[in-house]
């Protein structure tokens, strides 16, 4: 799987429940491709570790830990190559984009579940469920180790929390005084 195919099943997956679809449908290519889309999406989950990405997030959220990060860039990543370039290049276009149509049920830009797709599918393809294993976990990082991927790299934020309605005026605008959620 190259970048072009990656992106289509995450467009192809916009229209459904995306967590499950890509699920299923990663689960009929086979392990190898799995793990293509696996280290595909670890690289895009790497390079949108940013400090500037994260206060706007943290402005668009009212705060934003770990965890919530994590889950704001699977969204971001959910939401397709066109809009993930664009986020990448100016985070006030967020401003923009965000509407009740893109967000999730709780009215936040998250996608925890599209962050176990490659797993998920990998230990359906091996156990015929999705139930954790840790074998099949430490099984995926090594075979994602083997391809290359480098390990999540420290954030040093340039940028606190009084800094942020200056490095993000539109996003301020609209978010700054009354976030998402």
Known sequence: MDKKEFWELIEGSKEFDQDEWLTEQL?????????DFEFLFQELMNASYQSRLWGAAFVLMGGCSDDSFDYFRGWLIG???????????NQEYLAEYINENNLDAEGMPQNEELLSVGLDAYTLIKTGDIEWDDDIHNEVLDALEKKGLPSETDIEFDWEEDDLESLFPVLWRRFGEEPLG
């Open 27 to 35: 689960a009929q290519r086979g392990l190898e491709e799995v793990l």
């Open 79 to 89: 939401q397709g190559e066109k809009i993930f370039n664009k986020v990448m290049e």
